[in-house]
T-cell receptor, first 114, second 114 residues
Framework: ETGVTQSPTHLIKTRGQQVTLRCSSQSGHNTVSWYQQALGQGPQFIFQYYREEENGRGNFPPRFSGLQFPNYSSELNVNALELDDSALYLC?????????????FGPGTRLLVL | AQSVTQLGSHVSVSEGALVLLRCNYSSSVPPYLFWYVQYPNQGLQLLLKYTSAATLVKGINGFEAEFKKSETSFHLTKPSAHMSDAAEYFCAVSLNSGYSTLTFGKGTMLLVSP
């Protein structure tokens, strides 16, 4: 158990719709990262939030957006869904303290876009 | 930019045999290196991490990895495989701690036969 939870566990949407995925981080963790894991691939970094501000972004279009809240929860929003957005979406929380940081992953949300 | 190459998408071993999963990295600065394990339909669990302390890193479940700068490698080993080790293993690199992101390899599926 990593103390990181995600909801929902599975989701089916149709092309063009919008989706919101949620993550609850470990208490006290000030950083959350989101990753997309396509079938048969390693996770790809989407973006990271630190103290409720976006702190870095991978090679994903603006229709992928996020929020981080003071209660250690966060959201990933995807607009105008495309078939290629079908993937496992993972969030990872971490506490940045000096030179020590380990990212703890949630179980993921599996999104299927039809 | 950093990158990770995992040699072999699938590795098969017999129960009790040595496990060796290969990972080579590319990084312009001294990296931090990680091994994660993913069981079916689950998120990622941290096995071990290298953060510039000892080059031989011991992790959970009997796994260990050795950082070899001259070979830019961080191979994962376990002396004796168990059936429960069957899973997908991901090597990842980050440039530094704090505000860092993980770059993952494509993963290696470990198959353990009786």
């Amino acid at each position: 158990e990593t103390g990181v939870t995600q909801s929902p566990t599975h989701l089916i949407k149709t092309r063009g719709q919008q989706v919101t995925l949620r993550c609850s981080s470990q208490s006290g963790h000030n950083t959350v990262s989101w990753y997309q894991q396509a079938l048969g691939q390693g996770p790809q970094f989407i973006f990271q939030y630190y103290r409720e501000e976006e702190n870095g972004r991978g090679n994903f279009p603006p229709r992928f957006s996020g929020l981080q809240f003071p209660n250690y929860s966060s959201e990933l929003n995807v607009n105008a869904l495309e078939l290629d957005d079908s993937a496992l979406y993972l969030c990872a929380s971490s506490l940045v303290q000096g030179n020590s940081e380990t990212q703890y992953f949630g179980p993921g949300t599996r999104l299927l876009v039809l | 930019a950093q990158s990770v190459t995992q040699l072999g998408s699938h590795v098969s071993v017999s129960e009790g045999a040595l496990v060796l999963l290969r990972c080579n990295y590319s990084s312009s600065v001294p990296p931090y290196l990680f091994w994660y394990v993913q069981y079916p339909n689950q998120g990622l669990q941290l096995l071990l991490k290298y953060t510039s302390a000892a080059t031989l890193v011991k992790g959970i479940n009997g796994f260990e990895a050795e950082f070899k700068k001259s070979e830019t490698s961080f191979h994962l080993t376990k002396p004796s495989a168990h059936m429960s080790d069957a899973a997908e293993y991901f090597c990842a690199v980050s440039l530094n701690s704090g505000y860092s992101t993980l770059t993952f390899g494509k993963g290696t599926m470990l198959l353990v036969s009786p």
